[in-house]
């Protein structure tokens, strides 16, 4: 069963475009773009249900066209009007580009280093400069590591850890 703590809302659906089951989605989040997830969640009766995108397009910087399998009549899709669209976090983690909505999820996640174990807890994110970091706090001070997907070894949300492979050196500088 999809749980609402693993989600991400990234849009809405508008209403059905056309007669084979296309449907106009507005999105605040694009980061599903590049992900290999093939499908969006919606809450449907208090239940969240995947819907396998078969095709879509933007039609701006915060719109689009989706098809989804199996719903190929405007009659089919008109149920989906004006439902909020989710995306599993796990596939938006990957994908990353310092999207400040995305990172900030990590705020109050542990810190673990490949080589140097617990570093501390990330108490903010830090968005002033041209690369996001991470604001950690340790047992004696306060340090910054970057944001990025490239360091990130794994994510375990239940235990609310964050694996990372620092490169070496990294928190000398800190």
Request: glycine share 8%; with cysteine.
């Amino acid at each position: 069963m999809i749980r609402r703590e693993e989600l991400v809302k990234i849009g809405q659906f508008g209403k059905p475009h056309g007669i084979k089951g296309e449907m106009i989605f507005t999105f605040t989040n694009d980061s599903f773009e590049d992900s290999e997830c093939p499908f969006f969640i919606c809450g449907i009766d208090g239940i969240f249900v995947p819907f396998r995108i078969e095709d879509y397009r933007f039609t701006s910087g915060t719109a689009g066209m989706v098809r989804l399998k199996n719903l190929d009549s405007n009659s089919k899709v008109r149920f989906l009007s004006n439902k909020e669209i989710y995306f599993p976090k796990k596939y938006l983690i990957a994908n990353t580009s310092g999207n400040s909505y995305t990172w900030s999820h990590f705020i109050g996640f542990t810190v673990i280093d490949e080589h140097s174990g617990t570093i501390g807890r990330i108490s903010d994110i830090e968005e002033s400069t041209l690369n996001t970091l991470f604001i950690i706090n340790t047992d004696t001070n306060e340090i910054l590591i970057p944001a990025a997907g490239e360091i990130i070894a794994s994510v375990d949300e239940d235990k609310k850890e964050l694996h990372v492979a620092l490169p070496d050196g990294l928190l000398e500088l800190s």
